[in-house]
């Protein structure tokens, strides 16, 4: 397999960090973008953009002038924010914060970058089966729920969008995985979700796009 331009959101630390780390292990080029780069992140040897918030508009523009003239292969949509509620205690600005992050934000970013996607290129969002309408058996995570799911409506219409280019799109759950986003809480480390995740990236084309799927293989429901 030829090296490929892999560039990762929310890269600095957990599910990101992990897939800049094995992306990079295994020799393709890793630019990694986030905020403020740990010291994990700076061992690994990467491309590192930082300073970049992805609900920025001029940041997202910054991001775009940094990878001019760069084709990008695969494109990571993973940084994302989850502030737990519940019907009682739900704010509308969480849910508004969330949204930003996790549905609109992939989106913008996908469009600045947009120029360097080509034939064959891969649009990964990095989703959530919490998500999905017909796995929602526990109510609950108003904002992270109502977000995810629209961010899978996006992934979606990004698919049929970029079909005739030959880009493929793809929905992807992690797992519940141990990061500091749930309290580090979960079944599976961060390496292990970020190891089955690039084996799903690996199988995405044409005649897939616009799939949602576990990491481990398993289509999910809508």
Request: hydrophobic share 40%.
């Amino acid at each position: 397999m030829s090296a490929k331009h892999v560039v990762i959101t929310g890269a600095n630390r957990g599910i990101g960090l992990a897939l800049a780390r094995q992306f990079h292990q295994r020799g393709d080029q890793v630019t990694a973008v986030c905020r403020e780069p740990s010291s994990e992140l700076e061992q690994l040897g990467v491309a590192i953009i930082d300073g970049i918030d992805v609900t920025d508009t001029d940041a997202r523009e910054l991001l775009a002038e940094r990878l001019d003239h760069e084709p990008i292969d695969l494109l990571v949509n993973n940084a994302g924010l989850l502030e737990g509620d519940d019907f009682g205690s739900f704010a509308a600005a969480s849910i508004q914060r969330q949204f930003e992050v996790n549905a609109i934000a992939p989106l913008a970013v996908t469009r600045e970058l947009r120029p360097q996607l080509k034939k064959g290129s891969k649009v990964i969002m990095i989703t959530s089966r919490m998500g999905s309408m017909a796995d929602n058996g526990s109510g609950g995570q108003y904002g992270y729920r109502m977000s995810k799911a629209a961010l899978n409506a996006a992934g979606v219409s990004l698919a049929n969008d970029f079909k005739d280019a030959g880009i493929a799109v793809a929905m992807l759950h992690p797992g519940y995985v141990q990061t500091d986003m749930v309290g580090n809480r979960g079944d599976i480390t961060a390496t292990e979700a970020a190891s089955r995740l690039i084996q799903r990236m690996d199988e995405v084309e044409l005649n897939n796009t616009g799939s949602f799927r576990h990491s481990n293989g398993e289509t999910l429901p809508w």
